[in-house]
């Protein structure tokens, strides 16, 4: 009997090794849905398309060249409905893409007043974009790290002209939302616009600059060139300096009219720098070049 139990129990572990390797055959792949949970990749995230125009085609009496001013655009209803369902992390940013040309951008929402399908942008962001009017563009929603750095490269020696260009900077930048390394943005002063390459920003290539402690430097405008120094200047450089008896080889500024070696190896009674010399009598002298 003993005997007839264990073939009995042979021939079931058989079968079903038989009918595991059927399954396997047939479906390959297995997973563990408690231990390694699959994840939702459009999970909290918006991403659509819509034609774009620039805003000067913004139909309505109210002028809008405040969205000219700033780095927001405006988007229609529907998209405040599909966001407001989704767990987006405020401030609104959003990536907007040129999938023709492979351009991108960064951007905040001014308003969500457009007409279905459509969504105005600054001129600005166009040209960056490389879109013309009624061109697609992806909009989908994204988290930037705050910005803690940027520099600027002013696109024309004219921005020398403002008297205090990095407050006008950061006072222009209050209508911006992000800013993407690349992107030449455009700001308003005076009834005058100047043009500004985004050369670096920190901690990443994008950022946003809402409620943010940002240090501001900037890059010499394109086009700048030194002013050359005349002949004169020159001439009248090479006196004083003649005159004040610093000798440029002289590697700790010397006031000697020798050189560091011929100076500060020996001791000459001619050194401009003598100091009294203890370890001998009291009228020697020793150079101080050392």
């Known amino acids: 009997m003993g005997e007839k139990n264990k073939q009995k129990k042979r021939q079931t572990k058989g079968k079903r090794r038989e ?6 055959k047939y479906f390959p792949f297995s997973f563990n849905m408690f231990d390694h949970p699959i994840p939702r990749v459009f999970q909290n995230r918006f991403s659509t398309q819509y034609r774009c125009f620039s805003v000067s085609m913004l139909a309505g009496p109210n002028d809008r060249s405040d969205v000219e001013k700033g780095g927001k655009i405006i988007m229609p209803p ?3 409905d599909q966001l407001s369902r989704l767990n987006i992390t405020y401030p ?3 990536k907007l893409t040129n999938k023709n040309s492979d351009r991108m951008t960064h951007c905040g929402v001014l308003e969500f007043v ?3 399908g459509i969504c ?4 600005w962001m166009m040209q960056n974009l490389l879109l013309e009017e009624g061109g697609l563009v992806q909009v989908e929603s994204v988290n930037l790290q705050v910005a803690t750095y940027s520099k600027f490269q002013p696109q024309s020696p004219d921005f020398l002209d403002i008297t205090n260009p990095k407050a006008v900077l950061e006072n222009a930048l209050r209508n911006f939302a992000c800013l993407t390394t690349g992107d030449v943005i455009a700001i308003n002063y005076n009834e005058k616009i100047y043009e500004l390459r985004v050369m670096e920003t920190k901690p990443d290539k994008a950022v946003s600059i809402i409620e943010c402690d940002m ?3 900037f890059d010499a405008p394109l086009g700048y060139k030194e002013p050359e120094r005349s002949a004169q200047h020159e001439d009248t450089a090479d006196v004083e300096a003649d005159h004040s008896g610093y000798v440029s080889d002289c ?3 010397c006031k000697c009219s020798m050189l560091y070696s011929e100076c500060c190896e020996t001791m ?3 050194c401009s720098k003598q100091l009294p010399n203890t370890s001998t009598s009291k009228n020697s002298y020793r150079c101080g070049c050392y």
Do not use: K, Q
Request: hydrophobic share 40%; no cysteine.
């Open 78 to 80: 529907s998209a405040l």
């Open 215 to 217: 240090n501001v430097d």
């Open 19 to 24: 009918e595991a390797n059927s399954f396997n």
């Open 120 to 123: 105005y942008l600054p001129h």
């Open 251 to 253: 590697r700790i500024s």
């Open 92 to 94: 609104m940013l959003f």
């Open 114 to 116: 457009a007409d279905e």
């Open 268 to 270: 000459r009674e001619g």
